[in-house]
């Protein structure tokens, strides 16, 4: 396995999302983890702008060349952005994950639920137990 | 053959040749140039604008070319040369059945009494056709020991579709609806996408750690709210799954019904049969078992057959015997209904009867005992060196994996793309899914001993390649007329046409 | 037996190596009761020579186009196909070749699957196709569950003149989902009745053939207005393709999704099948399509190449939430039309399609004036039109077999209504001398 980024500051679902607070919005993009799984990213179905999302729910789907997952959201609330520079630029998800690559962002209902989310010794931990 | 012992060359047969880059079909030609020259019209001629109205009628097509009938034939004469083919050499992918396609299946296919007639054209104009379905609906039933079969499905898909849509009827004709369907782990996508196209939930079962199914899985999730269970036997690791008749029994006694795939009948013919086991309605791959061309992705054809408890659902219409006659059964009480606009690929039939007629009960057998024996042969040649993640006695195919590889940083796919550079199709790869890095192989009965010890010293010289010179097998394939293709590209900014200037 | 190399000798050589004893051996895997104890209940094997004589046999009870004129169509119809068509899909390498996983060596096949989907493209109107369906019926199925995943709807609205066939074929597919299938009627001249009172806002799509069943051109332009109206797609269904060189193409009068039959294009009647199912789409539309699609890349050297792409819609990939369960497409029969589609060319495809049409007016012409035979419907037609006769159609079309035609489609079990009717069929096979001797026939002795 390469090396795989894990920045401290960001929360982490199972299903290798990655979250961060920003201005009482939650912006959510998949792992380094992920990413690399998944090869080059080719497509995302996005949400609506506007669209209630629940956590632990897929809100949208993302597609390499040879597979495709649901994105889950990590926290509920209403779709405030998508970031729609992806669109024909796929390849920032797998060269910048954690920062060009980010995916949307959410008006969390309860912004505490972001609490309940694994911090990023717990998501090292929950990926190295995958791959042994 | 000229090429050192050990060489890529020696190995696949494969050296060198001319391949002709060729343009698409709209670069090439001239105005004004034809490739048909029509009869003269021997009707007064019409106006089509002034007869339908200006609206109705379109401007010229740019999408089509403008080329002489020698353009034509060169151009796909030329595009025929960058195909590999059962007729260049071994072709393994794994539960396709890439077997050899007897030219007489096609000479009779063409023959003007079975080519040029109409679906509906009535009976009585038809019987002979009508006499070989017939024939040949009786013969895949006694193969697979089930009672009535339909020759409608155009496709294996299509008969996995009929398959699970009788089985829902049935339920539901009970009066009893049901919402699940059991899949294995191993099985091939279209099981749970015909069992989706029914609005079934799929609910999987996981293979035990010796490859096949056990009755305990299958027990734990079997219940009243279960239609049934589809499973492919020999499954797609090629092991018989040896507790099937528990299996079945367990499906039977809470009201299930049981689906086989018959992707690989060709491992049991003459020897065992579906029917046997408990299989209550499978379908079958013509175009696999039964040596239909496979035409670069189709047309095959895909008959379903049921016992005699589901014959009251299958697709109408069935061809049956009346008397000395041959006729079209519309009488099916709770059919499913039509699948197909005619009576399915009859052309496969035809094609598939005259294999049945050639081979008999005898070669029937035969072929599936050296398909088997081809298997496990490639197995034992093999094993020394490959990892195989169910070191058993197999069926028909044998799955092998990467895993010895990940030293040298070489994958499956790397593999698959060096093959090529042997004169090999690469067999079915990254498939079934609970193998990581699955290489699927199917030598199929129409190999011959030293065909497959050609194959097996070429994987072998790919396993020594990937720990001596990796970089030549995960930049292969070189001696093809193009290199590894771009897919991310392809899909990211999809290109599906070819547009006009 | 010829397909099968194993000498005695080299079967034993094989099972020491395996370490068995004996081709039973193998099959040890095989629980004891299990084992067929019998040999299967079929006929021995046999020579090359003998098979032949009983297929030909066979293929002798058979009434066949090569010795009759044909004017039997509705959705399977009677072209002429040159020479070139089968011998480029004799050659192994398109025939014996399976779908086209491994692009490097599989150049050709993907190829001839590109330009299909450009020459569709241009045919239909539409801005992308696929790379085929197994046949019209199934298409048209297909383009209704596009539709129905396009607009999260439920409820699918056909016209009367769908081939009844492909009607039934929808049905069967819709039945598994729980959808809702409701169908307009026939208006007098033949076309389809509107259908505005059965769509409402649960309608996925609006399907309407061109030509529909009995031959009339519908208004499509009309239906697709009536559709999007609802926020409805309009999907066109063509089942004879040779008309979409002649008439305005569906993509231009607004529909969303073209899909139909392709036989027409070279394919041999073959008893209905194998046929070439077709379906295009608009690019916004495209990961919702069923089936194959060759995009364009290049190689590692920037040379162009071809793949097959945007396979995630597929049930390999996605399983239960795949666009369709079809794994492969109808790849001999696609590059039977493609080869077709490029003998005939811009010009030569047009002029054949208004061949057919010349056709049917001088036949409908020598109807009109013919004591005893009637044209029930006044809407135009391509090559396909309903004749009213004197007397039953299993008569007329007895007279006509008589004279050495198979006659038409005998329209009493489709459209009782019509009382004797016969579809009509004629194409560029069609000489003038037949359609007299044909119309002469099936007035019979009404004169």
Request: charged content about 20%.
């Amino acid at each position: 396995m390469a090396e795989t980024q894990i920045p401290e500051e960001l929360a982490y679902t199972a299903e290798d999302e990655w979250a961060r607070r920003e201005d009482g919005q939650v912006v959510v993009g998949i792992t380094d983890y992920a990413q690399q799984q998944l090869g080059d990213v080719v497509h995302i179905v996005f949400p609506e702008v506007g669209a209630a999302v629940t956590k632990g729910e897929p809100f949208g789907e993302i597609e390499s060349v040879k597979a495709v997952v649901d994105l889950y959201a990590p926290i509920g609330g209403n779709v405030c952005a998508v970031n729609d520079d992806l669109d024909g630029a796929f390849e920032k998800i797998n060269e910048d994950p954690y920062g060009a690559g980010w995916i949307i962002a959410i008006e969390p209902d309860e912004p505490a639920e972001l609490d309940s989310l694994m911090d990023a010794t717990a998501y090292a931990k929950h990926v190295a137990e995958r791959e042994s | 053959m000229s090429s050192a012992p050990g060489s890529v060359e020696s190995l696949g047969h494969a050296t060198r040749g001319l391949a002709w880059e060729e343009p698409l079909l709209f670069e090439r030609g001239r105005p004004g140039r034809k490739g048909v020259d029509l009869d003269p019209l021997d009707v007064p001629e019409v106006d089509p604008k002034q007869l339908l109205g200006e609206a109705a009628v379109r401007e010229e097509i740019p999408e089509l070319p403008e080329l002489s009938e020698v353009d034509v034939i060169r151009h796909f004469t030329r595009l025929s040369t960058w195909n590999y083919a059962v007729d260049l050499g071994l072709y393994p992918l794994g539960s396709c059945t890439m077997k050899y396609n007897p030219r007489l299946n096609e000479k009779v296919a063409r023959l003007p009494g079975f080519a040029e007639i109409h679906p509906l054209q009535p009976p009585e104009q038809s019987q002979g056709i009508l006499e070989l379905m017939v024939r040949l609906e009786e013969a895949l039933a006694e193969i697979s020991g089930l009672d009535r079969v339909s020759l409608q499905p155009a496709a294996g898909a299509q008969g996995e579709l009929a398959g699970i849509m009788m089985i829902r009827a049935y339920h539901e004709q009970r009066g009893d609806p049901r919402k699940k369907v059991l899949i294995p782990d191993s099985a091939h996508g279209t099981n749970p996408a015909s069992a989706a196209l029914n609005d079934f939930e799929c609910v999987p079962i996981p293979s035990g750690a010796d490859g096949v199914l056990h009755p305990e899985s299958v027990a734990e999730v079997m219940g009243p709210d279960v239609a049934g269970l589809m499973l492919t036997n020999p499954n797609t690791l090629g092991l018989f799954e040896e507790h099937i008749v528990r299996i079945c029994e367990i499906v039977h006694e809470q009201g299930g019904l049981v689906y086989g795939d018959g992707a690989n009948l060709n491992a049991l013919m003459g020897r065992s049969r579906p029917g046997d086991m408990g299989i209550d309605v499978m379908h079958f791959n013509l175009h696999k078992t039964f040596s239909t061309p496979h035409g670069g992705g189709g047309p095959g054809a895909g008959p379903v057959g049921v016992k005699n408890i589901l014959a009251p659902y299958l697709p109408i219409p069935v061809a049956r015997r009346d008397g000395d006659r041959f006729a079209l059964d519309y009488e099916f009480p709770h059919s499913i209904g039509r699948l197909h606009g005619s009576f399915g690929n009859v052309g496969m039939l035809v094609r598939a009867w005259a294999y049945v007629r050639s081979l008999g009960r005898d070669g029937l057998r035969q072929c599936s005992d050296m398909a088997v024996l081809n298997a496990n042969y490639l197995l034992a040649r093999l094993r020394e060196r490959w990892h195989v993640p169910y070191d058993r006695p197999v069926m028909h195919e044998c799955v092998l994996s990467d895993k010895l590889l990940e030293d040298c940083k070489v994958t499956t796919l790397d593999v698959a793309k060096r093959l090529i550079d042997y004169g090999y199709h690469p067999p079915t790869i990254y498939f079934p899914l609970v193998v990581h890095g699955a290489l699927m192989i199917e030598p199929t009965e129409s190999e011959s001993l030293e065909g497959l010890d050609r194959f097996a010293e070429a994987l072998l010289s790919i396993e020594r390649e990937a720990r001596e010179d990796p970089d030549v097998v995960r930049s292969a394939p070189h001696r093809t007329p193009r290199s590894r293709l771009d897919e991310t590209r392809a899909a990211r900014k999809p290109i599906l046409r070819w547009q006009p200037s | 037996m010829r397909f099968i190399p194993h000498t005695e000798d080299e079967v034993q050589a094989m099972l020491e190596a395996i370490g068995a004893s004996s081709v039973d051996d193998l099959f040890r895997c095989i629980p004891e009761k299990l084992h067929l104890e019998r040999e299967l209940d079929l006929p021995l094997g046999a020579g090359e020579q003998t098979v032949l004589s009983e297929l030909s046999a066979l293929a002798k009870r058979n009434t066949d186009a090569s010795g009759h004129d044909w004017f039997l169509g509705a959705g399977t119809y009677p072209h002429f196909s040159p020479a070139v068509i089968d011998t480029v899909a004799s050659r192994s390498e398109f025939l014996t070749a399976y779908t086209p996983y491994q692009p490097e060596m599989s150049q050709g096949t993907l190829q001839t699957i590109f330009e299909w989907q450009t020459m569709t493209a241009g045919l239909t109107g539409m801005e992308v196709s696929n790379a085929s369906m197994y046949d019209g019926a199934s298409a048209t199925a297909e383009a209704a569950l596009m539709a129905l995943r396009i607009t999260r709807r439920n409820k699918v609205v056909v016209a009367a003149g769908l081939h009844p066939h492909y009607r039934d074929v929808l049905a069967t597919y819709l039945s598994g989902l729980g959808c809702e299938l409701v169908e307009g009627e026939r208006a007098g001249d033949g076309r389809s009745a509107p259908v505005d009172g059965l769509i409402d806002g649960d309608t996925a799509c609006v399907i309407v053939q061109q030509p529909n069943f009995f031959g009339c051109l519908e208004d499509v332009v009309g239906w697709a207005e009536t559709a999007h109206a609802a926020g409805a797609l309009l999907v066109a269904s063509v089942a004879e393709a040779l008309s979409l060189a002649l008439l305005t193409p569906p993509g231009e009068q607004g529909a969303d999704v073209v899909c139909g039959e392709a036989q027409s294009f070279g394919l041999p009647m073959g008893f209905g099948g194998p046929h070439l199912g077709f379906l295009a789409a608009r690019q916004s539309h495209v990961r919702q399509m069923p089936g194959r699609l060759a995009g364009e890349t290049v190689d590692g050297e920037g040379r162009r190449g071809f793949v097959l792409t945007l396979s995630t819609r597929e049930q390999h990939i996605r399983r239960e939430r795949a666009t369709s369960n079809i794994c492969t497409n109808q790849g001999l029969c696609l590059l039977m039309a493609t080869v077709y589609l490029a003998l005939h060319g811009r010009h030569g495809l047009r002029a054949l399609a208004e061949a057919n049409l010349a056709k049917a007016e001088y036949a409908k012409a020598r109807v009109r004036e013919t004591p005893g035979l009637s044209l029930p419907f006044s809407a135009p037609t391509f090559n396909e039109f309903v004749v009213g006769l004197p007397g039953p159609a299993a008569e007329a079309l007895g007279r006509a077999l008589d004279a050495g035609a198979v006659g038409g489609l005998d329209l009493s079990a489709y459209a009782p209504d019509l009382g004797d009717a016969l579809l009509v069929c004629t194409t560029e096979r069609a000489s003038r001398q037949a359609i007299d001797r044909l119309v002469a026939a099936l007035a019979g002795g009404a004169r």
